[in-house]
């Protein structure tokens, strides 16, 4: 970042049009994104006046201001939520937990198939949700198995059967692989299934009882039974999902959006109605150092993010105010009037009552766990003789007789376990099970830059945790030393009965090995990353470990791919069947030419 920067000069030659401001640091990381309807007075209004510790802190790190100039406000707004999504700036509010929703999946396909899904939402296939978790598109999936009978399986398993499977048996799949069903008809149950996940229950219900009534009326009796177990099943599915709501909101998406602020928390908790049935029901807390985080501010960025350039509902009840620029710009994208309520009368106040007694709670309980947590980080800190600890990154190694060997880094700040924040090394210096060594090459990995002082190194760290015993604690002393790093360590060594609440704690700042009680607050907080880097490490390694033995030598070949791959296992049974065949031999398999023949047989037994 060059060091030319004038500030004085910037700002009184900033000009009077809307656009968007990007603060960045000395590293030139960006530190907030902005929008103005006047560049000139917004921006100078951070350097001028008093304003809250978090605004003061940012602006004291600020080395440099971009601008974007924009036709209009509208267009200033988009920007902004885009550079916000795209660049995460630490001190603008940010809702990350949105995209972790999942869907559920029809495939686009002459058969379609039903699926769970997580992801960007790609054409022709068609996407339901966002669900509030796994389980309930899940639980809606074996819903639909049940009454219309969908398939679920692999594209792959479909072209390939012979005979039903087991899910055909059991009357949840009415076997597409095996043309137990004509397109037309599975086409049919596919639109009941997608009326079903739009919430057109009462017509799809209509619709069903004319056929049942209809198939009987033709002595289609077996039929009728069928299309009366169907909508025996809907009408026990709607009884349990209905929402007591009035006639005319029965056809529309419906958010309801409630904010509160207490504790120095803020909490958006959104319910999602879609055809009088409550879909999403979940609460948000903004992430990142927000540079204003009042509850207005919050609404604000929460409705940019979750709507601009996504599925908008048909009315959005909330307990703030939408600003008239953001509800137009809605508008203008979904090509429609969304309808904003924010005093809701009869049913919609009690929804709207009810969701900001959720954001309440949550903000309750988030305090209380905080809490729990300070008090854990007050513990350990107490023990190692620190001010504070906030943020802790802890180590360990998981391999199978030296192979496949990952370690793990896991992160545990703000609170909370930070997963986003994990890393994982697949160990390049050591395939003999050595774990001094491994460790050794993790630590280095993950602090060079640290060490160095580089934009994009980690934060650094209160404390590294090593689980392990004197000889890994001894093995991060010396990398400190090589790269001139002071960070406190602590290891955890598993006990002489190798239960949890007998660990030992190494502390080689003061040579101390110390054992505290099993429910101490310090203890917790220790066994928590521990456990979580634990548990990261052997998934990691059993990751690498299968898709290591799964590797053929027949990848290794240019030329054999997936399909030549299974005629030449299915000829010769093995790998060691191939690696025995004549060349002759291997030339009579389909698709393998002469010349892809003396490649396979080069491969094996070189040019001898």
């Known amino acids: 970042m060059p060091d030319t920067f004038d500030l004085a000069v910037f700002l009184k030659n900033l000009p009077n049009l809307p656009g968007v401001y990007r603060m960045l640091d000395k590293n030139g990381q960006v530190l907030y994104v902005g929008k103005a309807v006047n560049l000139k007075n917004r921006v100078r209004s951070y350097f001028s006046g008093s304003h809250s510790p978090r605004i003061a802190l940012m602006v004291r790190q600020i080395a440099r201001i971009e601008i974007t ?31 972790s929703y999942p869907y559920l999946k029809l495939s686009a396909h002459d058969f379609p198939q039903m699926s769970y899904y997580r992801g960007h939402l790609k054409p022709p296939h068609r996407y339901f949700g966002p669900f509030p978790n796994a389980q309930a598109v899940r639980d809606s999936i074996d819903v639909l198995q049940k009454v219309f009978r969908l398939r679920t399986c692999e594209d792959s398993v479909l072209a390939h059967r012979d005979r039903p499977c087991l899910l055909h048996q059991i009357h949840r799949c009415s076997a597409p692989c095996v043309g137990a069903i004509d397109r037309a008809t599975y086409h049919a149950d596919v639109a009941q299934a997608s009326d079903f996940l739009d919430g057109k229950t009462d017509d799809l219900m209509r619709r069903i009882r004319q056929a049942m009534h209809d198939a009987a009326e033709k002595l289609q009796f077996e039929q009728a039974a069928a299309l009366r177990d169907r909508l025996q ?147 350990l800190a107490e023990i190692m003789g620190l001010p504070e600890v906030r943020r802790i990154e802890c180590f360990d190694i998981s391999h199978t007789f030296g192979e496949a060997t990952v370690a793990s880094c896991v992160v ?31 630590l280095t990995r993950r602090y060079t830059k640290l060490a160095g002082n580089e934009a994009d190194a980690p934060p650094r760290p209160d404390v590294v945790v090593i689980d392990g015993g ?66 990261f490490a052997i998934t990691g390694h059993r990751k690498q470990r299968a898709a290591k033995r799964n590797h053929s030598q027949l990848d290794d070949i240019a030329g054999v791919g997936a399909k030549r791959r299974r005629e030449l296992l299915t000829r010769f049974g093995s790998v060691r069947g191939i690696q025995a065949a004549s060349l002759d031999a291997l030339a009579q398999v389909p698709g393998i030419s002469t010349a892809l023949a003396e490649k396979i047989y080069r491969h094996f037994h070189g040019n001898d």
Request: aromatic share 6%; proline share 4%; glycine share 6%.
């Open 233 to 379: 099943a809907l009408t026990a599915i709607q009884a349990g999902q209905f929402i007591d709501s009035r006639a005319h909101d029965a056809r529309k998406d419906i958010d309801v959006i409630a904010v509160a602020a207490e504790h120095d928390l803020t909490c958006i908790h959104l319910v999602s109605i879609r055809a009088a049935r409550r879909i999403l029901d979940n609460s948000f807390f903004p992430g990142g150092n927000a540079a204003d985080d009042s509850a207005q501010a919050a609404a604000e960025a929460f409705i940019a993010q979750r709507y601009l350039g996504k599925a908008k509902p048909d009315v959005i009840i909330g307990n703030f105010r939408l600003p008239e620029v953001l509800h137009q710009t809605l508008n203008t994208e979904a090509g429609r009037k969304i309808a904003f309520v924010a005093r809701p009368q009869r049913e919609r106040k009690i929804w709207l009552d009810m969701a900001y007694r959720n954001a309440q709670l949550a903000i309750e309980q988030r305090a209380l766990q905080g809490e729990n947590q300070r008090q854990r980080q007050l513990a």
């Open 412 to 442: 545990y700040d703000d609170n909370a376990m930070q997963n986003a924040q994990y890393r994982r090394f697949n160990i390049r210096t050591v395939d003999d099970g050595n774990d001094y060594a491994a460790m050794r090459e993790a």
């Open 69 to 99: 100039v924009t036709r209009s406000e509208a267009e200033a707004l988009i920007l902004e939520n885009n550079l916000i999504k795209s660049l995460s700036p630490k001190y603008n509010i940010l809702f990350r937990d949105d995209k």
């Open 470 to 535: 004197k000889g890994q604690i001894t093995v991060a002393q010396e990398v400190w030393a090589d790269l001139g790093l002071d960070i406190p360590l602590i290891g955890v060594a598993k006990g002489p009965e190798r239960r949890a609440g007998e660990e030992d704690l190494i502390l080689p700042a003061s040579g101390e090995t110390l054992q505290l009680p099993p429910q101490h607050p310090a203890l917790h907080l220790l066994q928590t990353v521990r456990d979580e880097a634990h548990r």
